[in-house]
């Protein structure tokens, strides 16, 4: 099959033109995809060097080195975040710059470069600020579908994510009281108040058990075997609520690409710049090529089954007759 590459449509405005840069509504429009990877790359050289900057050895001899990539890339990244910020209207709906600014994205993007321009204006260990440098690894999330995939689960399972955190912070309150209850005389050191006895019991509802600190009491001891039975539902939650949301998400999916091969299949063919379409947004999907060709397979033999049941002139059921 041929590639089909779209070429850059005439713009109205600026703003239209710099949207369809940034935002790649062509999808496999080759400039749009060449600065997405460049953006890509720059991202990943970035996390590279937050973390080669731990290195004591290498960050003294290259000091200057990192300083100069971090500015540029400092410089790369507000500039992206003002033209996506001044280009949002553009998008499908006409959102305000309001609604881009509050969306998952635009935080990431915020978030990216907010520890840096925090620097300028309060002086903080440079250190920490180096760590908080990993947080641009979260833009990659607008060019990875398995990423996007889970933001957006955790985007429509907010309000089930948030119950499960006042439900395990409950059971903290309720478990760290008991702890306190059972071991303060015992172990006044370990148990000796609440906020104390709240380290054992993140690491038993968490079933983690790092063992430094436990019950020695008949009643302490029965009460973390109770907490500890319980914490393997508590940690069980979230983990089916984002089970859950992908296994949803994947299905929204799959049901999109069966559309696009459906709305394809109404002339009975598909074409060749359909097919590249249909390719794109696969691969903007994150569905494999053989679950494609499953859905594709799928969808030819219920299309062609269902115009062998009808006339090709009219469109009715073909009527069964028989010789008397």
Known sequence: MTNYAPQAPTHKTKRAKIYWWL???????????????????????????????????????WHSVFSIFEAISLCVFILEYLLRLWVAPEAEGAPSRWQWFRSPLAIID???????LLYLFVPIDLRMLRTFRMLRLLKLTRYSPALGMLMAVFEEEAGAFFAGLFILMLMLIFASSGAWLAEREAQPDAFGSIP???????????????????????????FGAVITVIGI????????????GLNEQIHRRRASLERQFRNALNDGRICEKEATDIEAIRKQLGI??????????????ETFAKMEETCPHCGEPWVQTRAD
């Open 23 to 61: 935002e790649r509504p062509d999808r496999e429009a080759a400039g749009p995809k060449r600065l997405e990877q460049a953006l890509i790359l720059l991202i990943t050289l970035n996390v590279t060097a937050v973390v080669l900057e731990t290195v004591d050895t290498i960050y003294a001899q």
């Open 110 to 116: 915020l978030m990216a470069i907010l520890p840096a």
């Open 196 to 222: 104390q006895a709240m380290w054992w019991a993140v690491a038993t509802l968490t079933t983690v058990g790092y063992g430094d600190v436990t019950p020695i009491t008949v009643a302490g001891k029965v």
């Open 233 to 244: 539902g508590m940690a069980a939650l979230p983990a089916g609520i984002i089970a859950s």
């Open 288 to 301: 494999s090529r053989r679950t494609a060709e499953n859905i594709r397979d799928t969808v030819y033999a």
